[in-house]
Each structure stands twice: as C-alpha cells, then as structure tokens.
C-alpha cells in the first residue's frame, strides 16, 4: 500500500514534488480545476447564488484514477496552489474523492517547490480553509452574473458583430484605456519657452562649462509662453555679469527596491526584457514548478509566482547577505537585513515575495540548462532579490543658484544648475533604475518642466565667485499628453486602484486583444473603435461596471469574504438585486437607441496585426483607409452615432454609423470646416 498521495495542479509540480519526496510517496496531478459552470447557460442558483459545478469533460478518467490512488493511501494531502484558486481546487478534489477519503484527506501549502518547505508543509497540515473557498466562489459567481447579464445589452446595443462580451474587471480596463485615448485625443498643446545660459568659471584653471535653467521671475515659476518674451529676456540678459549667489552641497540615497510582487515583476519584465505580462507569467509558471538541473532532477527554481507581498523569509535574506559579501564585500551590506512592508493593505503578508528558492543558484551557474528566456527572467529576478538586501547607492549632489546683474543691480531673474556625482553604487552593482518602481515609490512622473539640463560635471564653486556667459539659448516647448498605456503600465495602474488581482492582471489584457477591443501598437494599448463603441455602451447604460472605485470595493469585499469578516450570501444579495435592476433598464434603453457595430478585421493574425484596423469599402476588403482624428467622436448632428471613415465614390469621407438609422451627416476628410 502507498503509504502517502499528494495532489497538485499540473504534472511539471507532480514530478518536481516526487523527484524532492522519492520513495513512499505517490504525486498525482488534477490538470487544474475538476468542476467547472458549463458556458452553455448562467449555471447559478438566483436564491442561494451558489454556482451548479459539473466535472470538466474529459476528466472522469482522470477523477477515476485520482479516486483510485486516494483508496490505496494511508494519507492523501492535497497540496494545490496557496491562493483561493488552488484552495477551491483542493476543496473540489476532496468532495469527490467520497466521504471515505475526504475524512482523512488534509491541505498543504507552500510559497516554494523545494525539500524544506515540502517537509515544513507536510509536518503542519491543515483543513480547507472554506473562507477562501467562498471567495472563490463569490468572485466566480459575481464574474458570472456580470459576463451574462451585461453582455446581452451589448448584443441589444450594436448590431453586426459577434462575441461581444463584458466583465468585472475587464470593462475597467477598458474603460481606463478609451478614458487615456480621450485624453490625448481632447488634448490641446500648449506653447512654453525654457531659457538656458551656458557658463564657466572666471577665475582659476577650471574652464569648464556647464548649463543652468531659468528657474524663477520675482520667486515665482517662469511663464514665457511664446517666443518673443523668451528672445525679449536674452537681449536683456545678453550684457548681465553672473555671479554665483548660493552653493548648495548635499548627499541623496537611492534605496533598493524590494523582491518582486506578480505586478511588479510583470512591468520589470516588459520595460528590461520586452516580454508581454502573458509570456512573463508562462516562464514563471516554468521555473516555479521546476526546470532540470544537476543531475537532472526538476528543482523549483523561484518562490510562488502570484503574490502581492513583499515579506521575504530570514534564512532566505541571511543567504542574500552571504552572497552579497562573497561576491561584492562587506562594504555593500546593511548592518541589518531590510524590512520591507508594502503598501497594499489587502496585501496577503503569509506568502512570499518573487525570489530564487536558493539564491546560491546564480544564474551563471544554471544559466545551461535554461532556455534564453528562462534564463533572462531568473537572472532578472535573481538580481532583484539580492539588490534588495544590499545598501543604497550615494551620489553627491549640488546646487548652484545664480541671480544675473545689470548695472550692479541684481535682477528679478533665477538661474539654477544642478548636477550628481555617484559616490557609492550600492545596490546598482547588482540591479539598475527601474522607471515603473521610481514612478511608484514617487508618485509622480516628471515632466519637462520639472527638469533641469544634465551637467555631467560642474566646477568647484563658491557663493560670490564669478561666472563667463558663453550663450544664452531660449527653447520651444509644447506640453504633451500622458502616453497611452503599455501592458506593464495598465497592469501597475489596475494595481493601484485596487482593480484584479495577481493571478487575473495579464488574462484581463489577454481578453481585451483577443475581443479586439484594443489593439498593441509600438508596444502601447489603442482601443479600436468597437472598444470605443463598447466602452460608450457600457458608460450610458451600465455605468457601475466600468465604475473603477465600484469594481475595486467589489474585490474588498471578496478580500473580506476571504478573511472571514463577511457572508458571501450577504455581499451577494447585496449586489444582484440592485445590479439585476440596472441591467433591465440597460436592456431596454440599449434596444431603443441600437446601432451598427464598427467592423472589425478578422486576419488571422490577430488583434495585434497591423492588418486588424485596415478595411476595404465594405468592411471586408484589404485596402487601408486614412486615419483620422475625428473617428470614434460623437455625431454632432444626431450626438447617438459616432463617426467613422468610410469609403465613397469620390474617396474617403467621415459618416456616422447611424446612418441605416436616418443620420445623413458626412465630411470630407481633413476638412476642418
């Protein structure tokens, strides 16, 4: 008799968990969830709101061995993922195994596929932790209701198109790119004028030169909003004597960043290595379950993959710090081993942040048995994890302001140069400057406003020395509109409010492609004019599902169903029925104002294809038509439709898609009349 049976998800786990236990143990995998609601109805009890789960087709046999094993166990763990995904599964597992097996069946977990958290695991089993298992199936449960109630009031809205649907989280998304789209779209450029003056020292051998920027008109912020003011202040100051007025000498640390979080690796992977949030969670998936190594048994090679924490566990930081004073020396090791808390309150501290489950596997060492992608993202979260307990970097900063003379007289006018020197790397040996983690930890993204001219070295200065003007040179300006989104940009900003979870951000980005509601173009998300169309939709007669601040109170209350601090048929009720109202309403009005659905390609390669916006005069042919500013505005003649190039007898024109309906409005393109 097999003494003990483990369950996981997928076979990679099994032979990676069976290669660490050997003999005494069997390791049988589920091939993920048994029991799903079929799509061919709503499949959810409208009194109790609990969902009627079938066995997935093609899995009775599996369930039938799976059934078998269990018999011929003294003990059965089931060690599925530790997120409420993993403990549905594992509940599903056991109430089919038969009340035989489920009495003695247990439930493990671990954030790591290595030997010490296996045995850690199987030394403290558990029960199912039926909290999780609730909020598992509200949020399946809520997904459902939302997919199969809105979605009809897109078929009744716009006609003409197939597989249109909505979602919980994936309507905010959209709706967060078409409302970014609308803002660059609305934008207006606005002129400005910077005044920089090129300089060096009078006195002494150092004859280097270096830039300072018109910072300050009488202790305010400059305004130069056209040309003529700026040249007007040159031919001003073009005769001025410049002398220093104030030095100012500091020190700036640079702090690490912390391990990995699901999002955060997602966004590193994007900007370092150009791989999509979908890509970056498959290779993940690969070196969690494990990847040969040595003598060719599987090894999990990094900690659990979809985790909001940061918290990292002290044998792993000791191993850090061991590293980090082998390879760079005691200089780059804090005296002690940072503390690093995240700012995400539903954040579950219990897992791990992303890291090697031994750091001693550099990844020169192992880099032969990865492939080349493989082995970039565990050499980028490698390097992460050992940055993070390593020192801060240091840079010498200073500060010069000069105030321009006339006559002996100082002017109304500020000119400041700043510059950094890089006293001590610190963590930069190991990890550079990651743009998504500084705009995070900053809150804010500078504009050009904000920044001064790099100098890459200025001279030893002191308040009074005097300064050459070699040139004083005005530049135009326009201000820019925020960029549209890259995936890792969305994924930080659906992180922010509080919008999905680790495990749903790249499938919400994923279901937005494949529904062509966005498309990729330069690695940056465009909505198409049907996600306009749909977005539109959704906003006039559903407003609640592309309400970000509704969606993420919705996954508070999920978190508080998972914590046990509140009743699944509770928050349930309280949702359906006010939403069930909405939505008939929604039904009707959508029916009353229907119109076309823009066409869409079909090309076979995708939503990502350049070919995906290209339409021939019926919508089904190859030729390209002209972009144009206009396209997805609202009519201004019957303000229901919205306007769309189209291709007539005489070219390319703008038409509402309302036209079946009696919307006679037209213009030719770039007619700006």
């Known amino acids: 008799m097999t003494k003990t049976l483990i369950i996981v998800e997928s076979a990679k786990k099994a032979k990676t968990i069976k290669g660490i236990l050997g003999k005494g143990y069997t390791v049988k995998a589920s091939s993920g969830h048994i029991l799903e609601m079929p799509k061919d109805d709503l499949h959810v009890n409208l009194n109790t709101f609990q969902p009627t789960l079938y066995l997935i087709r093609g899995k009775g046999k599996l369930l039938d061995n799976l059934k078998r094993a269990a018999n011929n166990a003294d003990t059965v763990y089931l060690a599925t993922d530790l997120d409420r995904e993993g403990e549905a599964i594992a509940h599903h597992i056991i109430t089919r195994l038969g009340s035989n097996v489920a009495r003695r069946a247990k439930r493990i977990a671990f954030t790591a596929i290595t030997e010490r958290d296996i045995r850690k695991a199987l030394a403290n089993p558990r029960e199912v932790d039926q909290n999780l298992v609730q909020a598992q199936v509200a949020r399946r449960t809520i997904d459902r209701l939302v997919g199969y109630m809105v979605s009809p009031v897109l078929w009744a809205g716009l006609s003409g198109v197939k597989r249109l649907s909505a979602g919980r989280v994936q309507s905010p998304a959209l709706w967060l790119i078409v409302t970014r789209e609308r803002t660059i779209r609305n934008f207006k450029p606005e002129e400005w004028w910077s005044v920089d003056a090129e300089l060096s020292k009078q006195a002494g051998e150092d004859n280097t030169r270096f830039w300072a920027r018109l910072v300050k008109i009488d202790g305010k ?101 061991q590293i980090v004073i082998k390879y760079w020396g005691t200089d780059y090791l804090p005296p002690k081993p940072p503390h690093y808390t995240t700012r995400d309150k539903t954040a579950q501290e219990a897992h791990e942040a992303i890291r090697p489950t031994d750091a001693w596997r550099t990844p020169k060492k192992i880099e032969s048995y990865l492939d080349a992608q493989q082995y970039q993202l565990y050499r980028l979260i490698w ?67 904000d920044e001064l001219p790099t100098n890459r070295s200025i001279p030893n200065l002191t308040a009074g020395d005097w300064l050459n003007l070699h040139q004083l040179l005005p530049k135009q300006h326009f201000t820019k509109p925020p960029a549209r989104y890259t995936e890792a940009g969305l994924i930080g900003e659906l992180k922010k409010r509080g919008l999905g979870r680790p495990s749903t951000y790249a499938s919400i980005i994923d279901t937005l492609k494949n529904r062509r509601y966005v498309v990729v173009e330069k690695k940056r998300l465009h909505p198409t004019s049907l996600g306009f169309q749909v ?35 509770q928050i349930m009720r309280n949702f359906y029925h006010p939403f069930k109202n ?92």
């Not at 990995?260 to 949030?277: E, V």
């Not at 508070?556 to 048929?569: E, F, H, K, P, T």
């Open 221 to 321: 912020k400059p305004s130069l909003k056209n040309g003529k003011s700026a040249h007007d202040l040159k031919t001003v100051l073009e005769n001025a004597s410049w002398p220093v007025s104030a030095v100012k000498k500091g020190e700036r640390l640079r702090y690490p960043y912390p391990p990995f979080t699901t999002d955060t690796l997602q966004q590193a992977a994007s900007s370092q290595l150009g791989m999509s949030p979908k890509r970056t969670m498959q290779l993940a998936q690969q070196l969690y379950e494990g990847i040969k190594v040595g003598e060719g048994k599987q090894v999990g090679l990094i900690t659990y993959l979809r985790t909001d924490s940061v918290a990292v566990a002290p044998e792993a930081q000791e191993t850090a710090r």
């Open 383 to 449: 390097r992460r994890f050992v940055a993070s307990q390593m020192k801060p970097a240091r840079y010498d900063t200073i500060s010069i302001d000069i105030t321009p003379l006339l006559n002996q007289t100082a002017t109304p006018y500020l000119f400041r140069a700043t510059g950094s020197t890089l006293r001590f790397a610190g963590f930069l040996k190991v990890y550079g400057v990651d743009e998504y983690a500084e705009v995070a930890r900053t809150n804010k993204k500078k504009t050009v406003q």
């Open 582 to 673: 909405v939505v008939d309403t929604a039904l009707v009005e959508a029916k009353r104002h229907r119109q076309p659905a823009v066409r869409q390609s079909r090309s076979k390669k995708g939503a990502n294809s350049k070919q995906g916006n290209k339409r021939g005069r019926t919508g089904k042919g190859k030729k390209s038509l002209p972009k144009s500013p206009d396209e997805g505005q609202p009519c201004p003649t019957c303000e229901q439709g919205q306007l769309l190039v189209r291709s007539g007898k005489y070219g390319p024109f703008i038409g509402c898609t309302r036209y079946k309906e009696g919307c006679r409005y037209t213009k030719k393109l770039n007619d700006n009349k």
């Open 535 to 569: 977005c539109e939709l959704l906003e006039k007669h559903v407003q609640s599902v592309v309400d970000v601040d509704f969606t993420a109170r919705m996954e508070a209350d999920l978190d508080a169903i998972a914590n046990g601090q509140a009743s699944r048929l």
